[in-house]
Structures are given as C-alpha cells and as structure tokens.
C-alpha cells in the first residue's frame, strides 16, 4: 500500500506533496494538451492522494484494498452493488432475474447479456472471450490468484454467443451475484492475459500497464508512488467524463494525507483515512474539504496464529499446520487474551465517531448480525485462565512460561498511527497479566503484496498475533465465510494464496459454509451463517476490534463521490465532477 517512509516534518511534508502534484503537472503539460478533453471541455486534474500506494493494477493480484482501488478506475466487472444492496450494470447490458431468464430457476446457472460495441482502452472489442479467459486467469492454481476462493463454486463459464456468458454452478447456489461482480469481478482484457493464465501471472505486463473498458486509463504506473490516468476516449461516457487527467500519488502517512484536502487543499481526495477521529474532526474545521464517511462491513480485527511461525517443515515452510503453536492452539489461552483486550478504550479513544465496538465477525448486511456473541475486558479473570492452562512465571522475569516455554509474542500489523496506538494499548494489556509482546510494524506495500518471495505478508503470517481490516464484498456473505475454510490455509503449495490465514480447519465450520452455499430457504441459510460467525467468535479465533467506517476525504467542490460498502470508492468515477 506504501512505500517504506518515515514520518515527515508537517512543513516538510506540506511542501513535498506541493511539488510532486506541481512537477507531475509540469511534467506532463505537453502530453495533457495533445490528449483528448473531457466531457464539458473540462481540462482540469482530479488529484488523488494515497498514503497506501498501488503497487499492482491487478486486482486478482493482491489482497490490498489500494490496489484494488487504482485498478478499479480502468477495470470493470459485469455488475456492481450500490450502497442500497441493487445491482448496478457495467459491462452487463441488464441484470440477470428469473423474471427476464437470466437466472435459472433451479438456482444452477446465471446468464449474462453483454454491452455492444464496448471497447478496451487500446481499441480491442470487449466480448465474451474477455469473461471467459478472466475466469481461467482466477481459477488456474498456477496463477495464484487472490480472488480463487469466490470462483470455487462454478462448474463452468461459456459463451452462448460473443455477448452472451452462461455461467453453470457445481450445485445450486443462492450467491450467483457474488461471481463477476464487485471488487473481485473486474474483467482483464483475454488478449493481454491468456498467455499469463500460469505461473507467469505476475510478469504480465498488463499488471503494471492495463487496458480497461473503464472512464480513464494508465499511462504512466511507477508502483508504491504515482499512477497517472487520462480520459479513456473510447469509454461508451466519454463526453460526460468530469476530468482530462488523474493523477494518484502514493505515500507519507493517513494523517498528511487528510491535511493536504481538508486543510491545504492540495489534493481533491484522500483514501482509506485510519486516523484518529479528533484529529480528523480538527481539520475538517479548516473548512478546504469534507470528510465522507459509511459504516459497512468493515471490521478491524486481531488474529491468532494456530501454527507455530518459528518452526520450519522439511520443504522450508514456515507458519505450517504441520507445528501447532506452542500455546495459542490451547483456547484457553485464546480466551485470556481476548480478555485482556480494551476494546471500549480503542473505539473511544481512537476511533471516536468512525468506529463501533462489535463481537461479530460479520456485520453487514444486519440480518447476519449475530445476537448470540458479546465480549468483556477482564484482564482478572484473563489471568486466572492462563493459571489454569499451566502459565506462571516460574523464573520471576515477569512473563509467564511452561515447560521451557516463554509466553512471548510478536504482534504485526501495517504502518500507521492508528494502528500502532492500538498495538500499544494491547500490549500494556497483555503485559499485565504476564505476557510479553515484541510490536512489529509492516509497510502495507509490503504486507498486502500477496508476492509468494516476501515473507512479511498476510499470507505467511510468520509472527504470534496480526492486525487488519476486511469484510464481505457483496452483501451475500458466502465468499467471506469460505476464506476461513480448511481448504483456504495459505501454503507453499497454493503460492501462499489463501485467506485463512489464521489456520483454522474445522470440519463442523465446513459442513456449515458447504451447507449454506445451496440453502434456498432464506431462513435456514440465516441460522447457518450467524452459527459460522459464532464458531469463528466463541472459539477466539478471530478477535473483532471495531467495527470501522470506511473513511475518505474529498475536497468541497467536488461532486458526484458515493461511498458504497460492496466496492472501491473509485467504483463510480465516471460521475466525478468538479462544481464551478
């Protein structure tokens, strides 16, 4: 998500941001005037600040919201979901319904009309052949793909006719939107991927330099720092495009970022804003911006690791379910520390108006929202607990061991204020009932990367306990509850492209998701998901923080931003304007 900085001086900082966005004008003036002018002859640039910067534009690539995000302006899926919950079109030309025959009434296949005339940002037509060799791209094992998992449940994708997609499930599935929709549905161009459906996925030049059906397109990426789009003139909206040009720069920290649209005004918009809520609330008073905020599925969460990260399998695996952890694998000990955990004093303190405390794994949509979960701060009886388990501090260095074993984790999680306030404020926890922590602290470029060759991302997890946030997609919650199935456990032999990065396998958890992925009755699939949730909860396995709004910054006269929490907030910015 970023490039490895330090943090800046204010003024320091204030003044770099001036001249990377002034040089990148300066620098690229000849080239804007020869481009094609937006709709309303508007030749403005839109500048877009991340403080987590892309490092690849392709998004089944990456586990990593900013890349996902940067891509989404170029990348399009079939459909998307409003913030309402309706499917909204984009390279579908109508929604499938049983009503107009595009879903089937045994639940078994969906079929998609295309948009015509459609064409990718370097004049090839979009047709079915695209869905299709995207689908071979995701599922192929060699590829390595992060969005694998919401793919699993098709049997197989076909073209009916060169704008025509029928897409067959292995059995019925109730989820049939959650497949090319969204984040994880962005269609790539087959003509630049199917000779990278392998293991040469990642030396696809198209991930560094796409085609997209999308308004704008790249042409210029320098990962971790600076993606520069143009209106992409063959866009079906061309005319009503808002900007000639967009530029995103990438680094600092959450906090400049926020300042450099509500207090300086030097840029028009500011991601993924994990920043304190008074500080937020201090310079939105400076009165150049607005803070744009929604509470969706977003949940900041710590996890356990099962398996033990300091013991190496034969094949040079590390973090292997072959070596449980030496005293996480105990619930016991999982239920002492989630004890230990002040939740009420992140949220107050840290979050303020952007944050909830939440039990629950999933919270969106409501229905799924667990009532049977709750959690307490009870560092007494956490203490007593690992009394029992047999942890004492039997050599009085103020930690507690068993069998030679010294209770002592290390805790990662990305770089960023927020997220180390709330690394400190657990660890004085845990270190009062005995428990050492060494805090460790990882550039989101780095632990987001999803590159099998990095051994400091989410996938390997080669540490105690890890901080971050995700949550459902699309409103149906299948593809979310599978990535803590058994057969998601990242490994050397997936690429490390699972999602259970925790190591969790149980077989009841499994028997439920498969159950609920073909459960027609709307009432029955309720009580199986809320009962995986609290598997996940009861069991410790996962500890919910806060439930997080997705918080962005954007200047005031800019028009047309809608925050959904079923994609990127770049989903629509083809309605991006600037008020005059």
């Known amino acids: 998500m970023l490039k490895r900085s330090q943090f ?58 900013k890349d996902s995000e940067a891509a989404r302006i170029t990348l399009e899926p079939l459909a998307s979901f409003s913030a309402d919950g309706k499917l909204v ?37 979009f047709t079915a052949r695209d869905v299709i060799a995207t689908y071979k791209f995701i599922t192929n094992p060699k590829t390595g793909s992060t969005s694998a998992g919401t793919y699993e449940s098709v049997k197989n994708v076909e073209a009916i006719d060169d704008h025509t997609v029928k897409i067959t499930f292995k059995e019925v599935n109730p989820a049939w ?14 003509h630049l991927y199917e000779k990278y459906s392998d293991e040469k996925a990642r030396q696809a030049p198209a991930n560094l330099s796409p085609a997209g059906t999308g308004p704008y397109k790249v042409i210029e990426f320098r990962p971790g720092d600076t993606v520069v789009y143009e209106a992409n003139p063959l866009f079906r909206e061309a005319d009503k495009l808002g900007f000639k040009r967009i530029e995103l720069k990438g680094g600092g920290d959450a906090t400049s970022a926020a300042r450099a649209v509500l207090q300086t005004g ?113 560092p007494e009886k956490a203490s007593k607990l690992l009394e029992e388990a047999g942890w004492k501090d039997s050599n009085g260095d103020g930690t507690r061991d068993k069998n030679g074993v010294e209770m002592k984790l290390v805790f990662q999680t990305t770089v960023n204020p927020l997220r180390q306030k709330t690394q400190e404020i657990i660890k004085q926890s845990f270190q009062s009932i005995g428990v050492g922590v060494e805090l460790k602290t990882i550039d989101a470029s780095i632990f987001f990367s999803s590159d099998p060759s990095n051994n400091d991302t989410v996938e390997k997890f080669y540490a105690d306990l890890q901080m971050y946030t995700t949550g459902n997609n699309v409103p149906d919650p299948k593809d979310y509850l599978k990535t803590v199935t ?23 958890y499994d028997r439920l998701w498969q159950s609920s992925s073909k459960e027609l009755d709307p009432a029955k699939r ?38 959904t929490p079923w994609d990127r907030n770049t989903w629509n910015i083809k309605d991006w304007k600037r008020s005059k």
């Open 266 to 378: 030097e840029a028009d918009y500011a991601y993924n804003l994990q920043v304190e809520a008074k500080v937020l609330d201090d310079l939105e008073k400076a009165g150049k911006g607005k803070l744009i905020s929604g509470f969706g599925s977003l949940v900041e969460r710590i996890l356990f690791n099962l398996s033990d990260p300091n013991k190496v399998a034969p094949d040079g695996e590390r973090s292997s379910v072959q070596f449980p952890h030496p005293f996480l694998s105990d619930p016991k000990v999982r239920e002492a520390l989630t004890l230990a955990i002040d939740r009420d004093t992140i949220v107050t303190q840290l979050y303020g108006r952007t944050g909830k405390t939440t039990p629950n794994f999933l919270v969106l949509p409501e229905e799924y929202n667990s009532p049977n979960t709750r959690y307490e701060f009870n």
């Open 526 to 563: 309720r009580q199986q998901i809320i009962e995986m949730n609290d598997i996940l909860i009861k069991n410790f396995i996962v500890v919910p923080l806060a439930h997080r709004a997705d918080v962005a910054a954007i200047s005031n006269n800019l028009q047309g931003f809608e925050l």
């Open 177 to 190: 939107s959650s497949v090319f929709v969204g984040t994880e549905g962005m269609i790539l161009p087959a």
């Open 8 to 65: 800046l001086p204010l003024l320091t900082l204030s003044l770099c941001c001036t001249l990377l966005f002034g040089a990148c004008n300066a620098r690229n003036t000849p080239e804007s005037a020869s481009s094609p002018t937006a709709g309303n002859g508007n030749t403005e640039v839109l500048k877009l600040l991340y403080w987590q910067a892309p490092t690849i534009l392709n998004p089944h690539l990456s586990t990593g919201f």
């Open 89 to 125: 079109p984009f390279l579908a030309a109508e929604i499938p319904s049983i009503e107009n025959g595009g879903v089937a009434k045994d639940g078994r296949s969906v079929t998609w009309k295309l948009k015509k005339g459609v064409k990718w940002s370097d004049g090839t037509p």
């Open 486 to 508: 058994c057969n998601e456990i990242p490994k050397k032999s997936n690429q490390w492209s699972g999602n259970n990065y925790a190591r969790f396998c149980d077989k009841n």
